[in-house]
């Protein structure tokens, strides 16, 4: 099998202190967290005393002002245990690195070092009820009064929506305007007018929450605007590679892990007077999918490394996210039926894995953006080669 070659002796040490963490204060609780819907604050403070949340966060503002890989490892480890309770991704890498890359000098002072502690909980609000994918759509308003903004609007499926102190608002500045009119905004959830609205009941990742979110006439400084006005598709545009990567490296994982639990449950489960392992259509099934994980992981880990060299483009994301997430998919469906039955059950960690699964088609952009994305790059520079054409038409081309 090929050797992974993007992490160091840090990042492995690092690696080993997370699964600990994982084992000692996620595991013995997550199931309890199933039942409520939400993980408590104090896991984030936990996660932050430890060191895993924000871990790019600059030294000045209370981070460790390590690589990206520090937060890979994160990522990747929990989507290793199968909890998908904590939303440390949402708010490590897209919050803290919006504020980050666009903040200003007081924005970052003010939410940054609270960030890596878990005192300040971040979330992203840009899906509405009307608006998924296509980020143009949004009606969310924030309306000029004297210094301030009012906002006032609706969001929904917005993840550690039932516990976020802050959130990345997009909002339309300018309801003519398209793309040029969304603006974003840092809105503290402590200020009156926002509300938020139930704890919505999911498919899966039962234990993370995800909440519509209410402004009613939500007052915030022009000081909170993150950018400029208007600028806020294009920001959003710039950070949607690293969005789609981390969708990637967490499909990555997750196929690696489920073929796994089934080689060796089906290594140990006996049916016909020999193991399940021992029939043919086992190994060749298992076959293909460690093949696909393995292309899977090549292919993430080359996007990691050309992120971090900042060459991963749009185009690359989308085909990973797109890749990834199919192969994620199919994966845990077709590892499920291996385990029968009892890949049915709740208690399971297959099953749990197949119902959390689903949401990666959709997150960070659906698979028909993906291919709408890939698709029309593949003929924006396209010219007519006429020697092709004669050969593959058999005609002169006109």
């Known amino acids: 099998m090929f050797k992974r070659e993007l992490f160091n002796e840090d990042h492995e040490a690092f690696r080993d202190m997370v699964r600990r963490f994982i084992e000692n204060e996620i595991a013995p609780h997550h199931a309890a967290w199933e039942g409520t819907g939400v993980v408590p604050r104090e896991l984030w403070l936990k996660a932050g005393a430890a060191g895993m949340l924000c871990c790019t966060v600059p030294e000045q503002y209370g981070g460790a002002a390590a690589d990206y890989l520090f937060d890979v490892v994160v990522f990747e480890e929990m989507a290793r245990s199968g909890f998908t309770g904590p939303g ?14 666009f903040g200003s000098e007081a924005q970052k002072k003010q939410w940054l070092p609270k960030m890596v502690t878990g005192e300040a909980i971040g979330s992203l609000g840009m899906t509405e009820p009307h608006a998924g994918s296509d980020l143009k759509a949004i009606r969310t308003k924030a309306v000029r009064d004297g210094d301030d903004y009012v906002i006032s609007g609706q ?39 926002f509300r938020r609205g139930k704890n919505l009941h999911k ?14 006439e939500v007052r915030v400084p022009a000081a909170a605007m993150l950018g400029e006005e208007g600028k806020g598709f294009e920001l959003m545009m710039t950070k949607l590679a690293q969005e789609r990567l981390a969708q990637a490296i967490r499909s990555a994982v997750v196929a690696e892990t489920v073929v796994e639990w089934t080689i060796d449950y089906t290594a140990n489960r006996k049916a016909f007077g ?26 993430t880990d080359k996007c990691i490394a050309n992120f971090m060299k900042g060459e991963l483009d749009a185009v690359d994301a989308a085909m990973a996210k797109m890749w990834l997430s199919n192969m994620h998919c199919k994966v845990v469906d077709e ?3 291996l385990f029968g039955g009892w890949g049915y059950m709740w208690e399971y960690p297959i099953a749990r894995a197949y119902a959390d699964a689903r949401i990666v088609k959709i997150a960070g952009g659906s698979i028909e953006v993906m291919k709408h994305i890939i698709g029309r ?15 593959v038409l058999g005609v002169n081309p006109v």
């Open 335 to 337: 590892c499920l039926q």
């Open 203 to 216: 498919l899966g990742m039962k234990a993370q929450d995800t909440s519509e979110l209410f402004f009613d």
């Open 377 to 391: 790059q593949l003929f924006a520079s396209y010219k007519p080669r006429k020697d092709a054409l004669n050969g």
């Open 88 to 101: 440390f991704m949402i708010h490590c890498d897209l919050v803290a690195t919006y504020i980050a890359s």
């Open 274 to 299: 020999k193991t399940i392992a021992d029939f043919q259509n086992t190994q060749f099934k298992l076959a293909e999918l460690k093949t696909e994980a393995v292309v899977g992981r090549q292919f």
């Open 155 to 193: 969001k929904v499926f917005i993840s550690n929506g039932q516990l976020c102190d802050v959130i990345v608002l997009a909002t339309k500045t300018d309801s003519t305007a398209g793309a040029k009119g969304v603006t974003l905004f840092l809105v503290d959830t402590s200020l009156p007018g």
